[in-house]
C-alpha cells in the first residue's frame, strides 16, 4: 500500500495546518521583529486566479469624496505635473496634482486649462487677427510647422471669427507684408459649441479643410478641431470626471502661509477640486490651521493633508478635517531628507502604520515617494494605500515640464527635488517672490537642501505609460487572486492575502541575474 495521501486529500490537509504558508500583514510589519520595512524587503504570495486580468476593478478613492478608475496621482512638482500632465492623468482615470512653484494666477491658470480640456478641441489655439501679417504666418509655421490659423476680430480666442489662413493662402504669396484681411478664407465651415466630438469629427470629414472652428451663438470662437488630430482622439472611459460634469478633475498644491489662502481662493475659483497641503512635515499647527480653515471657507474643495509617516501625525490632521492623507517622508527618489534630518520612515512600513489607522475614520491614504515600478504600486495599495503618487516615474514623459536633451546618447529630461537648491531659489516670474515654501522657513539665512537635481531617461507620452502601469497592476492583482482594490483592501486585512519578507539573496534573486548583458524592454 502507498505510503502517500490521496490527491484528493490535498485540501483538507493543508486546511489542517495550523499556518497558512507566509505573514499576515501584521506580522510582516511588526516592528519590533523587523524594524522598519520598504517595497523591496518583502513579496506578497500568489493566490487563486478565476478571472480575467482585464476584470479587475482599479477603482479606489483619494479623499472621502473622490473616487478615481485608476490610482495613480502626479507629484505636485515643477518637473512633474503642470497642465498638460494634469489632463492626460485624468483622462486615463487618474489625477495630476499642479505643483505650486510659480505665482497663483499662473497656478490657477493651469488649472483653468484643465477644467476647460475637452478631448480633441484645442482650447488655446493660435489665433491671428486681419492685420496681422504674411510674415507672422510664415514665422508661425516655421516654430510651430502649421499655419491653419483663424483670425478673429481681437487676434484672440473669444474674439468674433472672420476667417481662417491656411497653407494654401500663403503658399504663393511673394509679399511677406501684406495684411491677412487681403489673403484670409472669409466663407468658413464652422461648427456650433457644445456639438459632440463625433458630430465635429463627421463635419470636418466632410468639409475636407484641415482644421474646423467652433463658435458661440455670437461667432466668437472657441475652439478649434484639427483634421491631424482625427485619429488621435481616443476614446477614454476611465477618464476622471465629477458624475455630474463633463469636466476632468484636477488638484493642486499649496503651502500653509496666509497667502496660501488667497492663492486658494484663486485656484477655487478656477475649478479646482481637490487641495493638496504640501508640507514634507505636515503635523504642524499651520497645516492644521488651514485645514480648518479651508473646510470652512472651500467645503466643496477636499484637502489632502500631509505628509505623514506615523499614526501620531496623522491623527492630528484626521481630527482637524483631512480627507485624505498624503504618506511618505524621505522616500522620494530624489530625496535627501532622511540623510540631513535624521527624520523620517522607511515607506512600506509608514504606508501600512498610517493607512491601518486612517482606514478608522474612512480617510483615505496616498503612498508618495518611492514608487519606482509596477510591483511597489501593487505593494503600496497591499499595505492599505489607495493610491500611489509619482514623481520620478513620471518626470521623462512628454507631458511633463521641460525640454528633453541629450547626455552619452541617451535621451533624458531634468527633474528635480522641491526641495533642491536649484527649485527653492527660482524666482516667480509673475510676483517676484521666491517660490517654493515647502522646505524653507523665510527667517533662514542658509537654504538647507532636501533634494537634488537629476536627469530621467526619455519615457514618451505618459497617456502610453500609464496603459502599462493600469495593465501591469491588472495583471498583478490577478496572480494575487484579487478582484478590485477594495477587495484586495479587504483580503490583506483579513489575513487571506500572504506575505514574505525577502533577504537580501532573495533580492537578488528576484532582479535579473547570471546574465553578461540585457536589455529591459518594460512594454509593447
Ligand atoms: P518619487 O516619485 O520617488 O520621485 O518621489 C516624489 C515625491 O518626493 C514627491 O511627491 C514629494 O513628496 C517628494 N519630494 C519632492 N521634492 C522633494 C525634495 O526635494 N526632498 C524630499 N522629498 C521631495
Redesign the pocket.
Known sequence: MSSFLAPEQALSTLNEYEHRDGLSVEALLDEQLSGGLTYNDFLILPGYIDFAANATSLESKITKNISLRTPFMS???DTVTEADMAISMALLGGIGIIHHNCSAEEQADMVRKVKKFENGFIMDPIVLSPTHTVADVKEIKETHGFCGIPITETGKMHGKLVGMVTARDIQFHMDDSSTLDSIMTKELVVAQKDITLADANRILFTSKKGKLPIVDENGCLVSLLARSDLLKNQNYPLASKKPSSKQLLVGAAIGTRPDDKERLALLAEAGLDVVVLDS?QGNSVYQIEMIKWIKENFPSVDVIAG?VVTREQAANLIAAGADGLRI?M????????QEVMACGRPQATAVYRVSEFAARFGVPTVA????GNVGHIVKAIALGASAV?????LAGCEEAPGTYFFRDGVRLKRYR????ID?MTKVNSKDGNAATKR?FSEGDTVKVA??VVGNVVDKGSVRNYLTYLITGVQHSLQDIGTLSVEQFHKDVASGKVRFEKRTAAAQMEGGVHGLHSFEKKLYA
Open positions: 507629484s505636485p512638482m514634507s505628509n511618505g524621505g522616500s522620494g527618489s530624489i530625496c535627501i531628507t508618495d515617494g518611492g514608487i503618487m509619482m514623481g520620478g516615474l527635488g522641491m526641495g533642491s527649485a522646505y532636501q533634494g
